[in-house]
């Protein structure tokens, strides 16, 4: 049914659990897993012509962003080995989430992308936005919501 799964993560509670349900998945259909964090573009000062003395320059930004991408994605790859499924996993700069998740999804041929969603509706989602609901928005190729309820 399905060969390669994209797993987004940024971290938190909510995407480990979908994480660990997309690790299941993948395990049940045999497939390939490409696990993807999507971390902001550095932001230069808008009201200074050089970075100040004490903020992080783009190399200590981009270097800090991946280490903590690496903490993030350290769990989904040993659940990944300890599940014997293919996997690869990529860090990405992007302000728009929802853009790069898809295009790491088209970029790795994966068939399915499988991310979670916090269940809010109404006010709640429109305030907060949802990555969720711009990748559905964009993407071409299925996209498996996983739900986690009580969260």
């Given at each position: 049914m399905y060969s390669k799964i994209l797993l987004p993560t940024?971290?938190?509670?909510?995407?480990?659990?979908?994480?660990?349900?997309?690790l299941e998945f993948?395990?049940?259909?045999k497939a390939d897993v490409v696990a993807v964090f999507v971390a902001s573009n550095y932001q230069y000062p808008l009201y200074v012509d050089i970075v100040p003395p004490n903020g992080p320059t783009e190399d200590e930004y981009?270097?800090?962003?991946?280490?903590?991408?690496?903490s993030y994605l350290q769990p989904v790859r040993d659940a990944a080995v300890a599940a014997g499924l293919r996997y690869q996993e990529v860090?990405?700069?992007?302000?728009?989430?929802?853009?790069?998740?898809?295009?790491?999804a088209q970029e790795y041929?994966?068939?399915?992308?499988?991310?979670g969603s916090h269940g809010r509706?109404?006010?709640?989602?429109?305030l907060l936005?949802?990555?969720?609901?711009?990748?559905?928005?964009?993407?071409?190729?299925?996209v498996l919501v996983h739900r986690i309820k009580n969260h």
């Open positions: 940024d971290g938190s509670e909510l995407s480990h659990a979908c994480v660990a349900a997309g993948a395990q049940q259909l981009k270097a800090a962003m991946r280490a903590m991408a690496e860090i990405q700069f992007n302000d728009s989430t929802a853009k790069e998740i898809v295009h790491t041929a994966c068939d399915l992308i499988f991310m509706s109404g006010l709640g989602q429109f936005g949802s990555v969720t609901t711009k990748v559905l928005s964009l993407c071409q190729i299925p």
